[in-house]
Nanobody, 119 residues
């Protein structure tokens, strides 16, 4: 069974850091593009950062210079390093990945991990 599982969320003070992980397990051939989204209470889900299969990255303006997305293909894992966290970063963070299974690509979502930044 193919799964996409996030981990690493928690409670941190403003200015602190967290590293989120998005790990794919099961019979997958490879991970293609991966995106991190976040959804704060009462707000729509928003794209935070993305990384392509070749390693190209993109970030929403509000996290540029503070967040870094990276990947470890050997571990089928993508990371989101979050530094200088602010209370407005509080949200459920969810990863989305295009997974190559056999000869086809499939879209998967994780279950989300809560990040809470206290002031």
């Amino acid at each position: 069974q193919v799964q996409l599982v996030e981990s690493g969320g928690g409670l941190v003070q403003a200015g602190g850091s967290l590293r989120l992980s998005c790990a794919a397990s099961g019979s997958i051939s490879s991970i293609n593009a991966v995106d991190w989204y976040r959804q704060a209470p009462g707000k729509r889900r928003a794209l935070v950062a993305g990384i392509s299969s070749s390693g190209s990255t993109n970030y929403t303006d509000s996290v540029k210079g503070r967040f870094t997305i990276s990947r470890d293909n050997a571990k089928n894992t993508v990371y989101l390093q979050m530094n200088s966290l602010k209370p407005e970063d509080t949200a459920v963070y969810v990863c989305h990945a295009e997974l190559r299974i056999g000869t086809r690509d499939y879209s998967y979502w994780g279950q989300g991990t809560q990040v809470t930044v206290s002031s």
